[in-house]
Nanobody, 121 residues
Framework: QVQLVESGGGSVQAGGSLRLSCAPS?????MAWFRQAPGKEREGVAA???????VYADSVKGRFTISKDNAKNTLYLQMNNLKPEDTAMYYC??????????????????WGQGTQVTVSS
């Protein structure tokens, strides 16, 4: 079991930017960002596969960028042009289960506690 710690959440106005961080970033593991808004199911936002494949949810394509800094052992999610509908608790996940999907909310072994992102209009 790996303890993941997210940071970087906050409150911004629509159109603003935030960068989320998750540590540690685990070499050889698939890692992903998920989010969950009140009353909604957890959804995959972006994932970095173990062999370098990157996938995004359609709702964030062109606005969010997932990346890794191996020297700092940190996974990032750069979020630009934020919208009120991006408001949610954001979670970092690592360790894809066998036959799991990179954006599958039930398909990761390790999870962080989450960091809140609030976007006001």
């Amino acid at each position: 079991q790996v303890q993941l710690v997210e940071s970087g959440g906050g409150s911004v106005q629509a159109g603003g930017s935030l960068r989320l961080s998750c540590a540690p970033s685990i070499s050889g593991y698939s890692m992903a960002w998920f989010r969950q808004a009140p009353g909604k199911e957890r959804e995959g936002v972006a994932a970095f596969g173990s062999i370098g494949v990157i996938v995004y949810a359609d709702s964030v394509k062109g606005r969010f960028t997932i990346s890794k800094d191996n020297a700092k052992n940190t996974l990032y999610l750069q979020m630009n042009n934020l919208k009120p509908e991006d408001t949610a608790m954001y979670y970092c996940a690592a360790g894809l289960k066998a036959r799991g999907g990179l954006l599958g909310p039930l398909d990761y072994i390790n999870w962080g506690q989450g960091t809140q992102v609030t976007v006001s209009s």
